[in-house]
């Protein structure tokens, strides 16, 4: 096990844990602060270089890292999987992240959703510090502010795709589950097969499943680690098609990839190098530049 790879299924079920006090309210929603950062000469933020402008505006971006360091031990040798990572990332927009195998990919994306804290730096989400959270604070955020999609959708085989995806609201105490796992698997377009368990399922469908469950909170951020790793090209370009979906929504997505194709898909690419962001660049998102190109033919 490596550092940019850890143990999934221990890590990936933390996502889940039930914390005391999981109706407490919480110091920010989403949707307040887009266009306060995006009046600020701040567009797109990236690397930490928009700082002053962002602290002048009325509220933060979505997310905020600052000179991020995680650093593992493995015996005598000390590995960085995150070297000074600073980005900034507002609400409503669709990120990729990419690199090769321990660039610090999964780090970064562990960070992002709170499941580890950095060494040192700090990691604004919504504008509140959670660098430095008790375990049963970052539980709660995880549960409350931040959907997560992996590349073995983590279901339980024994239950209904339905019964999967209401398991956050299960957590969270939530009131009306049935009907809004339901209304989360109408938004996939997988409510006919809501009582069918796992195996009765297609790989696809299992996804649509994972992403039914990780929108189903409204959180704030959805991340989702190579979520089209164990997909065929034809199913993954319908993932990629509801991510965007959502994205047009005012959804904020980050999706940690290795395939171009997928991140054409996202309105900005970073690209990790050996724990460094070694580029962060806006782009026309694929299906944008596909309908503009067939506008343009007709």
């Known amino acids: 096990m490596t550092p940019d790879s850890p143990s999934t299924r221990g890590v990936h079920m933390r996502v889940f844990e039930h914390v005391d006090g999981a109706n ?13 950062v995006s009046s600020a000469s701040c567009a797109p933020a990236r690397g930490g270089d928009c700082q002053s402008a962002v602290s002048s505006a009325s509220c933060a971006p979505l997310i905020r890292l600052e000179n991020v360091h995680k650093i593992y031990r493995m015996g005598d040798s000390i590995v960085r999987a995150l070297d000074g990572v600073s980005l900034m990332i507002e609400n409503g ?30 990691y604004w989400l919504a504008g509140e510090d959670v660098s430095d959270l008790a375990d049963n604070q970052l539980a709660r955020i995880r549960n409350r502010r931040i959907g997560f999609v992996f590349q073995s959708f983590n279901l339980l085989n024994r239950t209904s795709a339905l019964e999967n995806v209401e398991l956050p609201l299960v957590y969270q105490g939530a009131k009306n589950r049935r009907e809004r796992a339901m209304e989360a ?36 951020i959805v991340l989702a680690d190579e979520p089209t790793g164990n997909l065929d090209s034809k199913v993954s370009m319908e993932i990629m098609e509801l991510f965007w979906e959502f994205n047009k929504t005012g ?16 309105g900005r690419v970073i690209r990790l190098l050996d724990g460094k962001v070694l580029s962060d660049a806006p782009q026309v998102p694929f299906l944008e530049r596909n309908r503009v190109e067939v506008a343009a033919a007709t």
């Open 24 to 36: 407490a309210p919480l110091i920010r929603r989403r949707g307040d602060c887009q266009s306060a």
């Open 93 to 122: 927009t669709m990120v990729a992240i990419m690199g090769p195998s321990g660039s610090g990919k999964s780090t970064l994306m562990n960070v992002l959703g709170a499941l580890d804290r950095p060494t040192s730096g700090k």
């Open 185 to 220: 698997l109408r938004q996939v377009r997988l409510e006919p097969r809501a009582r069918h368990k796992p195996s009765e399922l297609s790989g696809g469908e299992l996804q649509r499943v994972a992403i039914a469950r990780a929108i189903v909170t409204d959180p704030d």
């Open 251 to 266: 959804k904020t997505i980050v999706l940690v990839t290795h395939e171009d194709e997928i991140a054409a898909y996202a």
